[in-house]
T-cell receptor
Framework: NAGVMQNPRHLVRRRGQEARLRCSPMKGHSHVYWYRQLPEEGLKFMVY????????ESGMPKERFSAEFPKEGPSILRIQQVVRGDSAAYFC???????????????FGPGTRLTVT | KQEVTQIPAALSVPEGENLVLNCSFT??????LQWFRQDPGKGLTSLLLIQSSQREQTSGRLNASLDKSSGRSTLYIAASQPGDSATYLC???????????FGTGTRLQVTL
């Protein structure tokens, strides 16, 4: 059972370009979370999604950021018109959801390191 | 708003020592608490998960305890090894399948 997969692992964008980060959850997991780790800071929650639904986006910046988790395919975190302050490591996590699941343990991917030049 | 604090921010110990990492949180209404390890430039590895109804969890040389009423958790590492060197993160979950709130971590170095 492969773990959470994220790609690309490293992404370089110039200011004003778009960044698209992908996350494939663990098999059987239907909850996806995105977190951001700014340089020398802790991890901050951004958004929580289930298939075709955004459940909690309280940590998402109001502009330029969006996320989706379609019925088929990976979850996508999209950043439009990137600025230098968007340079960070973006981590995706997934957790299971089935009848009787109680732990909701989150499993993290290796992250995408975004550098904006 | 939940806030999570980890003390100390950094710790250096000689190989073989037992050590304790501390985590405190401001809102005791948590669902669970996870301890993670993060190596430089890498992702997070889940070490232990404690449900709010539990007092402790053990895995190998690691033991995590939870005192919900006082808003505290500790991670005990026995017989530390150089391979334990990493940043250890504590994170609390506020509800079923909800987001995690992270502390800023304790950077551990185990020296030969």
């Amino acid at each position: 059972n492969a773990g959470v997969m994220q790609n690309p692992r490293h992404l370089v964008r110039r200011r004003g370009q778009e960044a698209r980060l992908r996350c494939s959850p663990m098999k059987g997991h239907s909850h996806v979370y995105w977190y951001r780790q700014l340089p020398e800071e802790g991890l901050k929650f951004m958004v929580y999604l289930q298939k075709e639904n955004i459940i909690d986006e309280s940590g998402m910046p109001k502009e330029r950021f969006s996320a989706e988790f379609p019925k088929e395919g990976p979850s996508i975190l999209r950043i439009q018109q990137v600025v230098r302050g968007d340079s960070a490591a973006y981590f995706c996590a997934s957790s299971p959801m089935w009848p009787g699941a109680t732990s909701y343990e989150q499993y993290f991917g290796p992250g995408t390191r975004l550098t904006v030049t | 708003k939940q806030e999570v604090t980890q003390i100390p921010a950094a710790l250096s110990v000689p190989e073989g020592e037992n050590l304790v990492l501390n985590c405190s949180f401001t809102d005791s209404a948590i669902y669970n608490l996870q301890w993670f390890r993060q190596d430089p430039g890498k992702g997070l590895t889940s070490l232990l998960l404690i449900q709010s109804s539990q007092r402790e969890q053990t895995s190998g040389r690691l033991n995590a305890s939870l005192d919900k009423s006082s808003g505290r958790s500790t991670l005990y590492i026995a017989a530390s090894q150089p391979g334990d060197s990493a940043t250890y993160l504590c994170a609390v979950g506020g509800g079923t399948a909800s987001k995690l709130t992270f502390g800023t971590g304790t950077r551990l170095q185990v020296t030969l």
